[in-house]
Every structure is written in C-alpha cells, then in structure tokens.
C-alpha cells in the first residue's frame, strides 16, 4: 500500500512536468458533449475544460451567441473571432493533471462552422479570408497539443429534437437543415478526412442512446482516456 502511494505520488509528480495526455470532446450542436465531460468528473487527474458558452453569451453583457442568430451576415465574423480566442485559451490553458479533456476546439471551429458559413455565403469572403489566417497562424506559431479525439457521432433528427427539447433561447429557430450540414462537415472532417486535417486518432461513439443508456456507451471511451491518468 504505502509503495503503491509512493508510486502513485511520483507519478503525479513526473506527469506534472510533461504535457497532458489531451482529448477533444466532438460532435454535432446537442450531441452531448458536456454530459460527457461530466461523466469523467468522478476521475480524479483529469482536467474538464467545459466549452466557453457562458462567454459567448456575456461578453461585457453583450450576448454574441444572440446576434449571430438573429442576424448572422452581421454578427457571424465577430461572433467567430472571439470563439477563436476563448478556444486559443482553452488549449493553452496550463493543466496539473495527466489528462486535459476539452469540449470542442480551434478546429471545428475552423473545419465546421467557419467552413459552413464561408460555403453558404454568411460569411463574406474577406471575412472568411481573415478567420482563416488567423487559425493558420496560430496553426504554424503555437503550439496545439491533441492527442485524441472523442467523437460523439449522433443523427441530425435526433440532436434537433434534444436542441427543441433543451429550449436554449438562442437556438429555438436552428433548422434542421443547419445540423445537416454541420453533421456532414463533422463527418468529412473526422471520419472521411476529405477536405480537412485530422490532428489526432478518432475514437468514435455512438450519441444517439438516450441519457438512460449512454453511460454504458461513455464507459467504452474510459480505458483509452484513463490509462494516461495515475
Ligand atoms: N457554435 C458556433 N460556432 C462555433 C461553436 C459553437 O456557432 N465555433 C454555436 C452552436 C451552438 C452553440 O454555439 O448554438 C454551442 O454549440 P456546441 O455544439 O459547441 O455546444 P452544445 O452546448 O450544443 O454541446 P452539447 O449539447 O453537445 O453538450
């Protein structure tokens, strides 16, 4: 027993010195990306960076969520912009356990929703243009760390019922159109890897199950993500 704490110390103490083991929680609007992180806070030596929606929704009480809804030529690029940066802080955000888990990341900001907005015409090309240098150069500059990534595979019509369901004022007019394509651009980029780069193995899992049986489903993904933890 006390071998086992002096090991398990000296564990601690070695990882607090290397980069965390870290994991990016992906998946469609809805698909239960922080019920996921939720279910690893009984682990201990995991970090859950759960994704910055309360900034977005109160920057200096402006709600940036709400106006890239209602007017989204307007609002998307500024909206977008700031997701960029509360992203960058989520990724350099120094952490003393072995494991980090993050909800969503610089590139689905940049390979799902930038891409869908460039390709429907919400954002204007310059627009576009902009966000993208910037996600190259943080890309070619910064270091991003990623060592996996959980994908929370779901099927449109059942997020869209969960987003009704769950009655977020700012998403009570997302069609299901929206999470069509938004499905389709997570799937090109995590499973097909047609147009996008992949910066880590995928685990896959099914999101479909309802919160009665998807802890069995989550408990598939605790081996590849405890196993780094001491
Ligand atoms: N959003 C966006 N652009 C991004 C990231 C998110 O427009 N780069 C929007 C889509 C949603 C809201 O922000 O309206 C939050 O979306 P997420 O899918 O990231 O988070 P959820 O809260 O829906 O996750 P889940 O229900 O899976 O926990």
């Not at 607090?16 to 939720?38: D, H």
């Not at 460039?118 to 204007?124: C, E, F, I, P």
């Not at 099914?206 to 989550?218: G, K, M, P, R, V």
Request: aromatic residues 10%; neutral net charge.
């Amino acid at each position: 027993n006390f071998c086992f704490k002096v090991d398990r110390l000296l564990g601690k103490m070695s990882a607090s010195n290397l980069k965390p083991f870290t994991v990016l929680v992906e998946g469609n609007i809805g698909s239960g990306k922080t019920t996921f992180l939720e279910h690893f806070q009984q682990f201990q030596d995991i970090t859950l960076l759960t994704e910055p929606v309360e900034e977005w929704r109160n920057l200096k009480g402006w709600n940036l969520l709400d106006l890239m809804y209602k007017d989204p030529a307007k609002w998307a690029m500024t909206f977008q912009s700031y997701v960029t940066m509360t992203m960058l802080d989520m990724h350099r955000r120094p952490t003393s356990t072995p494991v980090k888990l993050m909800e969503r990341s610089l590139y689905s900001a940049r390979y799902c929703f930038v891409e869908h907005m460039m390709r429907n015409g919400t954002l204007h090309p310059a627009q576009f243009a902009v966000l993208d240098e910037w996600f190259r150069f943080i890309h070619r500059e910064i270091p991003i760390d990623v060592d996996l990534i959980v994908y929370l595979k779901t099927t449109p019509q059942v997020v869209h019922d969960r987003i009704k369901k769950r009655a977020r004022s700012e998403e009570q007019c997302v069609p299901l159109s929206y999470i069509e394509e938004l499905h389709k651009l997570h799937e090109d980029w995590l499973v097909n890897r047609t147009f996008a780069e992949c910066p880590a193995p995928v685990l896959m899992i099914d999101a479909d199950l309802d919160l009665s049986q998807i802890t069995e489903e989550y408990k598939k993904s605790e081996h590849q993500i405890l196993k780094r933890a001491v």
